[in-house]
């Protein structure tokens, strides 16, 4: 059965950093492009960034140049290294298969507030 769990998030600062971690089970990410999208109450699920099979990354232009994501094959897991956090990135986040997604997890919640 596939399962995706999403773990890391918390309530920080504006400015501070998080990684957010995110376990499949039941397939292998490490063959599928992967990403992490978020979403904000009232509002649709966005892209947040993602990773191809070979490592290639893409960001949305909002977390471009404070995110990353990066593998974790062994584990088979997907990080999302997120600095320089700032209200706006407050939301739920979860991980998923790019484009044809698997069942949503349960996400989890990034607050960012001073």
């Known amino acids: 059965q596939v399962q995706l769990v999403e773990s890391g998030g918390g309530l920080v600062q504006p400015g501070e950093s998080l990684r957010l971690s995110c376990e499949a089970t039941?397939?292998?990410?490490?063959?599928?492009?992967m990403a992490w999208y978020r979403r904000v109450p009232g509002k649709q699920r966005e892209l947040v960034a993602s990773i191809t099979r070979d490592g290639i990354t893409s960001y949305s232009d909002d977390v471009k140049d404070r995110f990353a994501i990066f593998r974790e094959n062994s584990k088979n897991s997907v990080h999302l290294q997120m600095n320089y956090l700032r209200r706006e990135d407050t939301a739920v986040y979860y991980c998923?298969?790019?484009?044809?997604?698997?069942?949503w997890g349960p996400g989890t919640q990034v607050t960012v507030s001073s």
């Open positions: 998923n298969r790019y484009g044809t997604t698997y069942a």
């Open positions: 039941g397939f292998s990410a490490t063959i599928y492009t």
